[in-house]
């Protein structure tokens, strides 16, 4: 199984965490969602579509890139995109 890591903007608290994850369960190929809200990125294993993993979290208020090594050490966003009043 692989996996496909994610840069995610707009992660604040658990339920950014809640939307993101319920966002990428969906998607044909999605084995598992790990999301570290702390550095914003997301691990999706299993053989998913990459256009089809950030066209969603787009939809859903996330905007999200793939991850590369220099992301790993991101600072994590400062507002929440899902529109649930967290701050």
């Known amino acids: 199984m692989s996996s496909i890591n994610l840069q995610v903007q707009g992660m604040t608290c658990g339920a950014c965490v809640r939307h993101v994850t319920q966002a990428l369960n969906p998607i044909a190929g999605v084995g598992a969602v790990d999301v570290d809200l702390k550095s914003g990125l997301v691990r999706v294993e299993g053989n998913p579509d990459g256009a089809a993993l950030l066209a969603a979290l787009d939809e859903a ?21 899902s529109g649930c009043g967290c701050r």
């Open 61 to 81: 208020g996330y905007p999200a890139q793939l991850a590369s090594q220099a992301s790993l050490t991101a600072a994590p966003a400062k507002s929440c995109g």
